[in-house]
């Protein structure tokens, strides 16, 4: 039996970024089932960082994770300035409207634009009575490196004396005096803390240790990758979203895209695989909303985005679980939140003054308490 001060189950964004930080007061363990970190949600993201996704908690921990990717765009590969474009038809300009006003609250350059300037950023979109007529471009979104991040996050988390457990699935948890005690294949652990940051599977920890769920919804969505036209250079273009139903796409090098239909279909925590009807109505939704034509998908994959009740993040104890911290509910923007959900945890579960450079942006650390689901 180890005895250490926080075991942390799941080595995806959410467990290692906060374990990075967590290491700094005290003995860390992550462990992971998974042969390696990143497996899951983590390793099949779209890698974007962008203000059209989430409600407000989600949007203010983006724009204060932007200011960590900013310092970080010059040097690693962990982010670089891309621009993002929010594109609408006819009947969808209130709600492009309204997420205008959501991201100028944090982008003051945010631009407006309509007609002809739609095509001059990306040629392919469809104008017309049953296309594009307005868009929102934000320059200075963020093009993230999933892997990148992850060895960042575990880079800090070794230098501050912490370890990754790999292929080790937390097995029995149980609570035994002031300590969580936690099984797994080759070892078995005593810690303090135990931080539950196992994403789709985080109810299942939960249960497994005798503390109640929240209730977590895994959502699949897929991701297909194919050629642009030939000979157009799609590096440039930007990271292209509808606001209404749709599609989102985004260039992957000079040629190649990578596209989804923004599918949200309710799973078990599983290894996800992309289904036929998912993987064609990628294609179909581009093809309706571009002139591109899309012959061969070179490769496709599915992911988990597990989202809470009311679609913001959690971080916080569980009520009546001594010890024992929910970190879940990352959605669809665990990585674009990440730096900002890691200074948030770590303040939380350690009892320390609140960050300034959380209260600079009017995060407030009664926004992520799980308290909010007891019945
Ligand atoms: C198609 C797609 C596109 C996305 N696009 C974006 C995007 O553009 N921007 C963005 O910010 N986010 C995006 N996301 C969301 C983002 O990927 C997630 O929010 C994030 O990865 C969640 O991180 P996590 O650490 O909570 O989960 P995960 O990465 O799934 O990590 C949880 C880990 O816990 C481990 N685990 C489970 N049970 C146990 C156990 N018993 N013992 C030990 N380990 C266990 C799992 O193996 C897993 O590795 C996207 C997701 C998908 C699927």
């Known amino acids: 039996m180890r005895d250490i001060d926080t075991l942390v189950i799941g080595g995806g964004i959410a467990g290692l970024s906060a374990a990075a930080r967590l290491a700094r007061h005290g003995s860390t363990v992550v462990l992971e089932a998974e042969d390696a970190v990143g497996f899951h949600s983590s390793g099949r993201s779209a890698t974007f960082c962008h203000f059209g996704i989430g409600g407000d908690l989600v949007r203010k921990l983006t724009a204060m994770s ?11 590969r962990v982010a670089r300035t891309h621009p993002a474009l929010f594109i609408a038809r006819a009947d969808e300009e209130e709600r492009l409207d309204a997420l205008a006003r959501a991201t100028a609250l944090h982008v003051s350059d945010a631009e407006r634009i309509a007609g002809d300037d739609l095509t001059a950023i990306v040629p392919v979109l469809r104008r017309g009575s049953d296309g594009f007529v307005a868009g929102l471009l934000d320059r200075r979104a963020f093009k993230l490196d999933s892997d990148a991040l992850l060895q960042t996050n575990i880079r800090e988390l070794r230098a501050a004396g912490g370890e990754v457990a790999l292929a080790s ?3 029995a948890i149980r609570r035994e005096g002031e300590r969580w005690i936690v099984d ?41 990758q194919f050629e642009p036209p030939e000979g157009v250079d799609v590096s440039a273009w930007p990271f292209t979203k509808t606001v209404g139903e749709g ?29 036929e009807e998912d993987i064609a109505l990628a294609a179909w939704r581009v093809e309706q909303g571009t002139t591109m034509t899309i012959r061969h998908i070179e490769h496709k994959w599915s992911g988990l985005r597990t989202f809470a009740p009311d679609n913001a993040p959690v971080a916080g104890f569980a009520p009546g679980a001594p010890g024992f911290f929910w970190l879940a509910g990352q959605g669809g923007f665990g990585l674009q939140t990440s730096p900002a959900m890691a200074m948030a945890a770590e303040a939380l579960m350690l009892g320390l003054a609140w960050p300034e450079e959380l ?17």
């Not at 009017?362 to 019945?375: D, L």
């Open 359 to 375: 209260a600079a942006f009017g995060i407030s650390p009664e926004e992520f308490s799980p308290n909010r689901f007891a019945a």
């Open 66 to 76: 932007r200011e960590v990717f900013a310092r970080a765009s010059g040097e690693a």
């Open 169 to 171: 699935p937390a097995e």
């Open 184 to 224: 797994t294949r080759g070892e078995s652990y005593s810690a303090h803390y135990l931080v539950n940051a196992a994403g789709a599977w985080a109810d299942e920890i939960a249960i497994r240790a005798g503390v109640a769920p929240l209730g977590l919804r895994p959502l699949r969505r897929t991701i297909i």
């Open 247 to 275: 599609f989102y796409f985004l260039p992957e090098g000079p040629a190649r895209l990578l596209a989804s239909p923004m599918d949200e279909t309710p799973t078990d925590p599983c290894d996800a695989q992309p289904e």
